[in-house]
């Protein structure tokens, strides 16, 4: 249950702490006074987007702040899930700054939005005016069904079931797009690889063919150019080689006369020897640069092709063209691979769809039983809020597939009047009548189930007198098993609550704000009096308010 919850700088609200009891809490007040804005700033605690326009003053921060205490053990167990600490006390906390940031917490620990809303699941269940629009949703109508017959379990083992198939699906649909991609480009693929291979690149081969091009083509300058060098060096009369041996003898004679000449004989020797080494690898290089007029043509055909392939697919160098060649390779082993996955794939979906079905069946079931209960509770409680004509009817039609819920599509119908047909909700116009029925199916979850705290914002619209009565009892009774906190404009609804709050707008300062006030009993019997006769109260409202107070 909610055992306190405290607002600052919100909306109306500057500075606000709400303790409301065990039982059912009402809450009263003028219109405009800020009652509502108390289920905003909650609603902030449960994960509801904000901006910077609920700020009262605008250079200050938001907070929200609430505590709730006992926990239910689900929530225990999904605070475990989530690595957040649990304490016998859960505080939901949230800050919205100027400029619109937000920030979150959970007992101390940074949360997301999508935290704080699932956290709220567990404790906090919100029936507003317009919840009789939110009824005529045949999801929503799925859902009362559900939490009715307790299908919690069911519905995740369905949904698990349909996400899993849906991955499957999409890995299915995947690998055919692949497979029907990969055999349109198949034939040019396997033409553009057959070209390649047919080549036989080699890695680095564009750089070799143009050097030994180079030197085919100048293979006679360069055999003539050897020639001469290794005839300059070793072979002419004045030759480098002879001319250092005239150097030596020069210099033989007085090496042992002068430190210099020892060493430069030494060098002199090697030189000579490096000279002639040097020589006879220009006569090589002479003797090979012959002309091959046969291999040259061959080889400019072999770069015009290489050229010709990387031009043609846009490449550079061969590497790119052995890594097209590996690709393409790659795509045709994918290929040939693709019909066996494609078809464990299909297996497991037709599984899955079966499992799915079992699913959704369970869940059929486990409706199709629940379905008498909850029109019979519906029924009395209808009875009780003076429509004892009415009737309501809940029909299954099968959906076409399975889906995350199943394979139902829950319809509620309805009538107020035995002369009256039966009819879809949404086609019941009668906004008392929709406000009962939505009131009575809340009443027959909680009854039944539902959160710690149940919260009716102005969920009484529509109604009055005798009606209202019936509606204070029923949340009274509601409350005997659930904290109860109802914002309403009926007296006969405020005087069934264990606790009354009340709202007043005060303009003391410049800017307005919203207070609330535990009433005691004469200042409960005054308000009371106050929303019997609409204006300042009379000793005869004062009666009235005080016998309806006795009464409930």
Not at 148 to 162: D, F, P, R
Not at 184 to 198: G, P, S, V
Not at 445 to 459: C, Q, T, V
Request: charged fraction near 25%; charge should be negative.
């Amino acid at each position: 249950m909610l055992t306190e919850l405290r607002v600052k700088n919100y909306a109306l609200i500057r500075n606000l702490v709400f303790t409301p009891g065990k039982g059912l809490n009402v809450i009263t007040g003028e219109t405009g006074a800020g009652k509502s804005i108390l289920l905003g700033a909650l609603g902030l605690i449960l994960g509801n987007r904000a901006d910077q326009a609920v700020l009262l003053n605008q250079e200050e921060k938001c907070v929200v702040e609430g505590l709730f205490e006992p926990l239910p053990d689900a929530l225990l167990a999904w605070l475990e899930t989530q690595d957040i600490d649990a304490a016998p006390q859960l505080i939901l906390r949230r800050e919205i700054v100027p400029g619109g940031r937000s920030r979150s917490f959970i007992n101390d620990t940074p949360a997301s939005l999508q935290q704080l809303k699932e956290a709220g699941n567990f404790l906090v269940e919100i029936q507003t005016q317009h919840s009789g629009l939110l009824l005529a949703d045949s999801e929503r109508q799925r859902e009362i069904l559900d939490h009715w017959a307790g299908n919690k379990n069911l519905l995740q083992a369905c949904a698990l079931e349909w996400q899993a198939l849906q991955q499957t699906r999409e890995e299915l649909n995947a690998l055919q797009h692949e497979q029907s991609k990969l055999l349109q480009e198949r034939d040019f693929n396997q033409f553009q690889l057959a070209e390649i291979e047919a080549l036989k690149p080699q890695a680095g081969e564009l750089d070799a063919l143009q050097a030994e091009i180079s030197r085919l083509t100048h293979a006679g300058d360069i055999g003539k150019a050897a020639h001469e060098s290794a005839q300059i060096l070793d072979e002419d009369p004045e030759a480098i080689v002879p001319l250092i041996g005239r150097v030596r003898a020069l210099l033989k004679p007085f090496s042992d006369l002068h430190p210099a000449f020892a060493p430069a004989m030494e060098r002199l020797n090697q030189a000579a020897l490096d000279l002639r080494e040097l020589a006879r690898e220009m006569h090589a290089v002479a003797e090979a640069s012959e002309q091959d007029p046969e291999r040259l043509e061959k080889l400019n055909e072999r770069l015009y092709k290489l050229q010709h392939l990387l031009k043609k697919h846009q490449l550079d160098d061969t590497e790119s063209l052995l890594l097209l060649q590996d690709k393409l390779q790659a795509a045709a082993l994918r290929e040939s691979g693709l019909d066996e996955q494609i078809e464990q794939l299909r297996q497991e979906a037709e599984k899955g769809e079966e499992r799915l079905k079992k699913a959704a069946q369970a869940l059929h079931q486990r409706r199709a039983e629940a379905i008498p209960g909850l029109e019979q509770e519906v029924q009395q409680l209808l009875t009780a809020m003076e429509m004892p004509d009415a009737a309501l009817e809940i029909r299954l039609e099968t959906l076409p597939e399975p889906g995350i819920a199943g394979g139902d599509r829950v319809i509620i119908y309805f009538r107020s009047a035995k002369a009256l047909p039966m009819q879809p909700l949404h086609k019941v116009a009668s906004g008392g009548e929709i406000s009962r029925l939505t009131f009575s199916l809340q009443c027959a979850i909680g009854n039944k189930a539902g959160s710690p705290l149940m919260i009716f914002d102005e969920a009484d619209t529509g109604v009055s007198g005798q009606v209202a009565l019936s509606l204070g009892n029923m949340m009274k009774q509601l409350a005997a098993h659930h904290q109860v906190i109802t914002i309403t404009h009926l007296p006969q609804v405020a005087s069934a609550g264990n606790t009354h709050f009340h709202v007043t707008k005060k303009t003391d300062g410049e800017l307005p704000g919203s207070a609330i006030t535990l009433l005691d009993k004469d200042a409960r019997i005054y308000e009371l009096a106050r929303m019997l006769s609409g204006h300042t109260p009379g000793a005869a409202a004062l009666e009235n308010a005080a016998e309806l107070l006795r009464q409930a």
